[in-house]
Each structure stands twice: as C-alpha cells, then as structure tokens.
C-alpha cells in the first residue's frame, strides 16, 4: 500500500482545509484509514479513522464535532475536511493504513504517507 498525502497549508483560526490521500497498491481497500498528527515537541496523535466499505467513522475528543474523515473508492482517495480549525491544530498531520478494523493506536498502522504541514494562525 503507498499513501500521499496532500492539501496542507497556512490558514487563519477559523478557517477550513481538506487533506487528501490519495492510496494504491492491490490490496489497499482491505485496510481502515487513519489521520494522525504530529506537532514539534510532542508525540503522534490520534485524529480520525475512516473505513473504505462503511460510512462510520472515529474522532478523537479534540476533533470530534470539527473534522470529518470520508473516503472515495472511486478516486481511492481519503479525505479529512477540517473546519473551525485552531491555532492547536497545527501539525504535520500523517495518513495511515491499518490492517486492524479499527485502532486509535500508531502501533497497529503499517503503512503511512509523508505528511503534510498544516499551520494556523491566530
């Protein structure tokens, strides 16, 4: 499975962006999707996860209400719509792919894009 991750950017507290990650390799809709983001001085953190043949989808509390992670099986491509965004949501954010239905957890994702740098300000 390779992952791509684009459409970062500086943006001021209160506006939106979209992230994509576009994903190939013949076996990755068998995978959950996940967001993870990274700010300097911390730890990787749990944002979202997404699946390829379902509708649902996780949040992490900081997120929750805010974000929103969808997939398209026709571009193989997922999706984070980020509105309302605030100056701690700066990050790298990441893309993943997990062989687990589900997991909040860095350790259980195999695969992962190269990040994208997401800067607000306020």
């Known amino acids: 499975v390779q992952l791509q991750a684009s459409g970062g950017g500086l943006v001021q507290a209160g506006d939106s962006l979209r992230l994509s990650c576009a994903a190939s390799?013949?076996?990755?809709?068998?995978?959950?999707m996940g967001w993870f983001r990274q700010a300097p001085g911390k730890e990787r953190e749990f944002v979202a996860a997404?699946?390829?043949?379902?509708?649902?989808?996780y949040y992490a509390d900081s997120v929750k209400g805010r974000f929103t992670c969808s997939t398209s099986i026709d571009k193989n491509t997922v999706y984070l719509q980020m509105n309302s965004l605030e100056p701690e949501d700066t990050a790298v954010y990441y893309c993943?792919?997990?062989?687990?239905?589900?997991?909040?957890?860095?350790?259980?994702?195999?695969?992962w894009g190269q990040g994208t740098q997401v800067t607000v300000s306020s």
């Open positions: 993943a792919a997990t062989v687990s239905s589900f997991s909040t957890a860095t350790r259980d994702y195999s695969y």
């Open positions: 390799g013949r076996t990755f809709r068998r995978y959950g």
């Open positions: 997404c699946y390829w043949s379902s509708a649902g989808a």
